[in-house]
């Protein structure tokens, strides 16, 4: 934790948003994609259309201003679908309310985790590909666990005022440090606990 504060003292979410359904959609748009590239295509999304505008859009014109995250028939509709159902149940607004988020399309767990920490300050311990990389790594997860058990480790792990943080900690850490290919295992304060370093690279995680 001392670590990830010397390196990471004001982490935060690094998609880039103005309104709370802004983010939401930005989170549904980033999977399996880089936040760079999501930032590219959300600045010329909303910069054109309102909420009520996306609703209405046609699916072909949506596709094609999110053609660069990938996916973009399945996030095209997933997008469309959020607005409609922010629109008709919440006035355009993202509540506070896991059941409803899950019950979205294109959302789940880790993305509602993220919305929810964001937007409302929840304790929520998000784990993307990033995260588990890093549990694995430094032995907080088994390498066969999955995203839901790499969660409950980690809250059981570290402080409940802290998960937030640390999420986006080492969703940084793992992004620029920790890297799946080229870890900078030689300037890691970390590398003596370290099982990658360890196993002298040979293990896949």
């Not at 607004?93 to 929810?116: D, I, M, Q, W």
């Not at 998960?163 to 890691?188: A, D, I």
Request: charged share 25%; glycine share 4%; with cysteine.
């Amino acid at each position: 934790m001392a670590y990830l504060d010397e390196l990471y003292p004001n982490a935060q979410c690094e998609l880039n948003y103005n309104k709370d359904y802004e983010l939401l959609i930005a989170v549904v748009l980033s999977a399996q994609c880089t936040d760079k590239r999501v930032n590219l295509v959300t600045k010329e999304l909303f910069s054109k259309y309102t909420l009520k505008e996306i609703s209405q859009l046609d699916l072909k014109v949506l596709e094609n201003i999110i053609r660069p995250v990938g996916t973009m028939t399945r996030k095209a509709v997933y997008v469309k679908n959020i607005a409609i159902s922010l629109l008709e149940n919440y006035n355009g607004t993202v509540p506070n309310n896991r059941e409803y988020l899950e019950s979205l399309s294109g959302v789940g767990h880790k993305t509602a985790n993220v919305v929810l920490s964001n937007l409302y300050g929840e304790p929520c311990f998000a784990v993307d590909t990033h995260v588990s990389r890093v549990s694995k790594r430094l032995g907080f997860a088994k390498v066969t666990d999955d995203v839901i058990k790499i969660e409950k480790k980690l809250m059981k792990t570290f402080p409940k005022d802290k998960w937030s943080k640390m999420h986006h900690q080492m969703v940084l850490f793992g992004r620029y440090e920790c890297t799946s290919r080229n870890p900078k295992c030689e300037n890691c304060k970390l590398s003596d606990q370290c099982l990658f370093n360890r196993l002298n690279k040979q293990e896949k995680f």
